[in-house]
């Protein structure tokens, strides 16, 4: 792990041996992408593109913010479908106690909410609370890869050079065997 960060940071550097001093540092799309694993955005700040940073930590922070809320209402809702379908195992006569009555207070909490209620809309929305759970996690490795990729290849093109004329010159010239047609960039 040291030697990642040492690496990344840029702390250690080459010997003279191994980079002509004359020659200037170039861009390394390698170290915007270490960077950006290190830390998200990190790569972005390297690369000059200051104005991603807040997108990144923006979509970061909305997908860990659902996250968190909805692995709160899953274990909210996954105590309180346990407690209710074994009660109704226990009011229909199949059972003689509840053996999770002890998460009768998840029930309660959702009872107060919306008056008694049977396990099957319980389990519902805690399997809707889950599966939201996973894609917002899912989405936190996408964002995450994504600033990846655009902090290497933005390193990538920081060098390439666009001219404001970006037109296509057509020349005619006579040639031997009749005009020749060529363009020009």
């Known amino acids: 792990m040291l030697i990642l960060i040492v690496a990344a940071t840029g702390m250690w550097q080459p010997s003279c041996a191994q980079v002509a001093s004359d020659r200037p540092a170039e861009h390394s799309p390698r170290g915007a992408l270490w960077r950006s694993a290190a830390v ?8 000059g593109h200051h104005i991603k940073v807040p997108f990144v930590y923006a979509a970061l922070g909305a997908l860990v ?28 006569g199949q059972l003689d106690s509840n053996p999770n009555a002890d998460l009768m207070p998840a029930y309660n909490t959702l009872a107060a909410e919306f008056g008694p209620i049977s396990s099957r809309p319980i389990e519902t929305r805690r399997n809707n609370f889950r599966r939201n759970r996973d894609l917002s996690a899912i989405g936190i490795g996408f964002v995450y890869g994504l600033a990846l990729l655009d902090a290497y290849v933005s390193a990538h093109l920081i060098d390439f050079d666009v001219e404001d004329d970006l037109s296509i010159r057509l020349h005619v010239s006579p040639d031997g065997l009749g005009p020749a047609v060529g363009y020009r960039f």
Do not use: I, M
Request: proline share 3%.
């Open 40 to 47: 998200p955005g990190w790569g972005q700040v390297y690369n």
């Open 65 to 92: 913010v659902s996250t968190v809320q909805n692995q709160r209402d899953y274990t909210l809702y996954r105590d309180a479908f346990r407690y209710k379908a074994f009660q109704e195992l226990v009011d229909a």
